[in-house]
């Protein structure tokens, strides 16, 4: 099971685009990366997956290169309301049985200030 | 569509006492996770289910396990509560076999050992 390293906590201020980058070194070939985010007491939020290269939606980027050991997340324009832990996971899309759950790690905690 | 709902939302609870939560998923899901969150480990992986079967368990003792209804429901239990099972516990639900297909998180049950 790939591990992830992300660090702990980021600050930036509001209008700003922030770039949260991810390692998993151990990346196996059939895992995908997501990132969900989490507000206080309430359960993480699916925000955008992908395999490799780029992939964008509405609400953010995640680019990841050639050799998958690391993939960055990118929030443009961020407001208050960003402010939130943000966790890289990396699994495959379908478990296989066993103990290979998906592990969320510690996550990046970010902070954005008006 | 309905989303995740877990219920009871708030428990409190003493060290020996047995404690079990439900989560219903939404509708047309066929996996069920559950996760356990505290400020020290974050969030960690105890299983998934999926059509009533657990598919994987992550690393925790016999006394926290599971189940999954026909009808997609599950219920986790804790027996012999100690101190340290205090925590947000969360279930998400997919409609695939889990692993990194999208979870969707209810809001959690908040358990507190005294």
């Known amino acids: 099971l790939a591990k992830t390293t992300q660090p702990i906590s980021m600050d930036s201020y509001e209008g700003q685009e922030v770039n949260i980058t991810c390692s998993h070194n151990n990346i196996a070939t059939n895992d995908y990366i997501t990132w969900y985010q989490q507000f206080p007491s309430q359960g993480p939020r699916f925000i955008i997956q992908g395999y490799k290269t780029k992939v964008t939606n509405e609400v953010a980027s995640l680019f990841i290169p050639a050799d998958r050991k690391s993939s960055t997340l990118s929030l443009p324009r961020v407001s208050l309301s960003d402010t939130a832990v943000y966790y890289c996971?990396?699994?495959?899309?379908?478990?296989?049985?066993?103990?290979?759950?998906?592990?969320f790690g510690k996550g990046t905690h970010l902070i954005i200030q008006p | 569509k309905a989303g995740v709902t877990q219920t009871p939302r708030y428990l409190i609870k003493t060290r020996g006492q047995q404690v079990t939560l439900s989560c219903s998923p939404i509708s047309g899901h066929r996996s069920v996770s559950w996760y356990q969150q505290t400020p020290g480990q974050g969030l960690q992986f105890l299983f998934e289910y999926f059509s009533e079967t657990q598919r994987n368990k992550g690393n925790f003792p016999g006394r926290f396990s599971g189940r999954q209804f026909s009808n997609s429901r599950s219920e986790m239990n804790v027996s012999t509560l100690e101190l340290g099972d205090s925590a947000l516990y969360l279930c998400?639900?997919?409609?695939?076999?889990?692993?990194?297909?999208?979870?969707?998180f209810g809001p959690g049950t908040r358990l507190t050992v005294l």
């Open positions: 998400a639900s997919s409609y695939g076999t889990g692993g990194a297909d999208t979870q969707y």
């Open positions: 996971l990396v699994g495959p899309l379908y478990s296989g049985g066993g103990a290979d759950g998906l592990t």
